[in-house]
């Protein structure tokens, strides 16, 4: 094993917060099977290995975004068939938590399609937050670019996450987006965590980037203080109309490999294997939960790409035993946590328990 894999290895238990380019760069170069034992490892340390995260995606508005976010079929640049959809009601937004909530969803995702939400556009989706947290789900909101006093009005809503990807590395970013810098990005970040709300940002593989690109975005990420608490790691899909609509496809191994680096990187985060699932076989998803993604989407669509059918999703996690996670409270998580270690002290204290650490 590379000696700067290594020395992050022994660093399982502490959230680091600064990774250099050498070291992610390491753990990419990997031999395959080393890189998943080391993310199952690290996975099983903070995570039930058999429980997966869900969440649904909704599009509140749709089309005619001013960005230019080369891989984007909401873009107003690009000609894409998307066809171009007023904000939703705020009750139709509620109609559909509710399906998501039946399907076994835990938490509702709402995305709009601007570049950030005028002051007209706030009251409805404040709404739109309280009714969706009055379900019993999470809730959780892409609306672009956020000011301070917009994402105070958010948390005081009761919105849980906001997600707002860095999409790709600070090397790589002016090749796929103008019309935004990378700061924005980092300034809507300190606007969420500054509010109190939890951070959702990741960003897109098979951009045409190099593979240090791949390494340098998740040590951005990695490097936040403190990291997200969901990461999602989503694969190009290519979209016809769109700059990137030809790029070459990027190999399975190098995006399973993304997930276990992420996994790595950041052990307490929720890693989500978003976007492109739909060109991912059965064997592909497989791989990448068990390279420590923990968190999907439910649906049929991500916001206007494809997505699995919610039935392929379930099937899916029956053949391979993963349950949908839960939400619980802090008293039931404290009371389950003190069971969960009271079996683990009592295992070690048996004859039969071998600790594979040593």
Not at 67 to 81: I, L, N, P, V
Not at 153 to 173: C, F, I, K, R
Not at 307 to 328: H, W
Request: proline share 3%; with cysteine; charged share 20%.
């Amino acid at each position: 094993m590379p000696q700067l894999a290594q020395s992050s290895a022994h660093n399982n238990d502490n959230v680091r917060h600064n990774w250099t380019l050498d070291e992610v760069n390491a753990l990419f170069a990997l031999p395959f099977n080393d890189l998943m034992f080391q993310a199952q490892t690290i996975h099983r340390q903070h995570f039930n290995a058999n429980e997966v995260q869900v969440s649904t995606l909704l599009s509140i508005k749709t089309g005619a975004c001013p960005e230019d976010c080369k891989y984007c079929s909401q873009s107003a640049r690009y000609k894409t068939d998307i066809e171009k959809e007023r904000l939703m009601e705020v009750e139709k937004v509620l109609e559909a938590a509710k399906r998501a909530k039946e399907q076994g969803s835990t938490r509702f995702c709402m995305g709009a399609a601007w570049r950030n939400p005028k002051e007209r556009d706030m009251p409805y989706v404040v709404e739109m937050v309280k009714g969706v947290k009055s379900l019993g789900l999470e809730t959780c909101m892409t609306l672009g670019m956020l000011s301070t006093e917009q994402a105070n009005e958010l948390q005081q809503a009761g919105l849980d996450y906001y997600n707002h990807n860095l999409d790709t590395s600070p090397e790589h970013y002016n090749q796929i987006i103008t019309t935004r810098s990378y700061q924005d990005r980092l300034d809507t970040l300190d606007n969420v965590r500054s509010a109190g709300m939890k951070v959702c940002s990741g960003g897109i593989v098979g951009l045409g980037e190099q593979a240090t690109d791949r390494a340098s975005l998740l040590m951005q990420l990695a490097n936040l203080t403190p990291q997200p608490e969901s990461v999602p790691i989503n694969m190009l899909v290519k979209i016809d109309g769109t700059p990137l609509a030809d790029v070459e496809d990027l190999d399975h191994f190098d995006f399973i490999r993304c997930i276990a680096v992420a996994r790595i990187m950041m052990p307490k985060s929720h890693v989500r294997l978003s976007a492109g699932r739909e060109a991912m076989n059965e064997q592909m998803q497989a791989m990448c939960f068990l390279a420590g993604a923990n968190s999907i989407f439910y649906g049929c669509k991500l916001l206007t790409a494809a997505n699995p059918e919610t039935n392929q999703d379930i099937l899916l996690f029956k053949k391979l035993g993963i349950n949908t996670e839960t939400v619980a409270n802090d008293i039931d998580e404290s009371i389950e946590q003190q069971q969960l270690q009271a079996k683990v002290v009592e295992q070690q204290h048996s004859d039969l328990f071998y600790n594979a650490a040593n």
